[in-house]
């Protein structure tokens, strides 16, 4: 099975494992999402305008800049403290299927492709 993170895992590795928002390290794969460095609604694209963010410093953002939104950050983390801060921007993705779920989708519907191939070929007929 193909590992899902493993584009998020190759991203860390060229950020040191962090947020490029608030700076904070990841506690798991679940809440990393891809931030764009230049926001897509300001013309921003491709693999070289990602950079890892959790989920809620990304939302945070929406198409501020990103030292609007590094100020804004590190606000809300010295208004949260420390420890509420990374409880919060390492919240789950919502709706993220985990890779289980992803793999047994895949199963199911091949498993369906194939019984439906299976019914269309005629069988030979009795004699």
Not at 98 to 109: F, I, L, P, V
């Amino acid at each position: 099975m193909k590992d899902p993170y493993e584009a998020y895992r190759n991203m860390l590795r060229n950020w040191d494992g962090r947020c490029i928002l608030c700076g904070e390290k990841f506690d798991n794969m679940e809440s990393i999402t891809r931030e764009h460095l230049i926001p897509k609604s300001k013309g921003g694209c491709g693999r070289d305008n990602y950079a890892p963010s959790h989920f809620n410093c990304n939302q945070l953002r929406g198409d501020l800049s990103l030292i609007e939104t590094i100020t804004l950050i590190n606000k809300r983390k010295d208004k949260m403290g420390l420890e509420t801060f990374r409880e919060w921007c390492n919240k789950p993705v919502p709706n993220r299927r985990s890779a289980q779920e992803k793999e047994n989708k895949r199963k199911a519907k091949r498993s369906a492709a194939k019984a439906t191939l299976a019914e269309s070929i005629p069988l030979p007929a009795e004699s």
